[in-house]
């Protein structure tokens, strides 16, 4: 499918915007996740890539699934392909300074790792109802268990900041030298909260399977997808009710609200680029698609090594990072307003990469993990 390319480099461009501000500390409110319950559109990225994940392992694994042989060279190489994820995830939180006594363990690459290893895994050894059945199982225990099972140590079940089973989890398994730096209590890639992301994986799995029926119509497709979409964005809102919509915690009703929105925008793009067949416009999202990790990668890397690069910053009598200075020289005194500044930073690398991406898929050079 033409639109999961698309979807998937609408995507990691919407990721690398929001992960690459000029600065952290001027950025427009839709490009900041949610301070702890709702969802902004910065929190739509991350399950989308997960829902993304779903829907590309079916049409990878579905061939081999439908001869009917032995699975274990293949569940082999899914795990193999998902401990090479989890790995370039610990190598980008080590880089530059190797710190293994307080690295971060857990993080985005590692979480799509865990949960392409997971869904694959399920997809290989389960049927479609079985699936249904784990995803509605996986979204009500992890209700069960943040609502009503106490962390230790800290009275009655609370979903506040540090406060949840899923976060003592963490500090007890991982220690806090191993967490997000930014709270050390707990770490919005959590162990725990890694079963519902599976979840989300699954709906991508589940959704993936009836794109790839032959008997059905494309318009049937179409108009069933945005029927569900609609209605897992109704059951995620009423969900919040008690559970509330949060990306941190991935609860439950974030499952639901999430796909559902992931859903719908796959059923749009599949009509106008795969149905309809109008791709004038897609050629800059769909050489960000077929690169997406490596882009993703060497995004949070080459920032890395600019900063190791000391250049003294005019005025202020200090060294900094390549990358700090050239935002302080080139952007910061054309644009007024900070926000807009830091906003023009990560355009600008947004487009450099895209030059880079453009140039790479017409050498067809696609580098897969």
Not at 53 to 81: E, I, M
Not at 252 to 268: K, M, P, R
Request: glycine content about 10%; proline content about 5%.
């Amino acid at each position: 499918m033409v639109s999961l390319d698309v979807f998937r480099g609408i995507t990691v461009m919407a990721m690398i915007l929001v992960n690459n501000p000029g600065d952290w500390g001027h950025i427009y409110a839709p490009l900041e996740h949610a301070a702890w319950n709702g969802c902004t559109p910065t929190d739509l990225i991350f399950p989308f890539f997960l829902f993304i994940v779903g829907v590309s392992l079916v049409y990878a694994l579905d061939g081999v699934k439908r001869q009917g042989g032995p699975l274990g060279a293949t569940t082999l190489r899914v795990v193999r392909r998902g401990a090479v994820l989890f790995a370039l995830g610990l190598f980008l939180a080590l880089f530059p300074k190797f710190e293994f006594d307080t690295v971060r363990i857990p993080g985005v690459l590692q979480r799509i790792g865990l949960v392409f290893i997971l869904c694959s895994t399920i997809f290989l050894y389960t049927g479609r109802r079985t699936q249904l059945g784990l995803l509605g199982a996986i979204l009500v225990l992890y209700n069960v268990l943040l609502q009503l099972v106490p962390a230790p140590g800290l009275g009655a079940a609370s979903l506040l900041p540090g406060q949840d089973l899923g976060a003592w989890l963490d500090r007890t398994l991982l220690t806090e030298a191993h967490l997000w730096k930014s709270s050390k209590t707990w770490d919005p890639e959590g162990l725990l909260s890694t079963l519902p992301a599976v979840g989300t994986g699954l709906l991508g799995v589940i959704t993936a399977q009836w794109l790839r029926r032959r008997d059905v119509q494309p318009a049937e497709k179409v108009a069933w997808l945005f029927v569900d979409g609609a209605l897992l964005i109704v059951l995620g809102l009423i969900w919040n009710g008690w559970f509330p919509i949060n990306k941190s915690l991935w609860t439950s009703s974030y499952v639901l609200y999430t796909g559902g929105i992931a859903i719908s925008a796959l059923a749009a793009l599949y009509w106008i680029c795969d149905v309809q067949g109008w791709r004038g416009w897609i050629k800059p999202f769909l050489v960000y698609g077929v690169n997406a990790i490596t882009v993703f990668f060497l995004s949070g890397l080459i920032p890395r090594i600019l900063n190791l690069i000391k250049q003294p910053l005019p005025g202020s009598g200090k060294e900094v990072g390549l990358k700090e200075w050239l935002y302080q020289t080139l952007f910061v005194p054309n644009f007024g307003v900070p926000e807009n500044a830091s906003l023009a930073g990560a355009v600008t690398l947004i487009l450099i990469w895209l030059g880079i991406l453009w140039w790479m898929y017409h050498k067809r050079i696609i580098i897969k993990v």
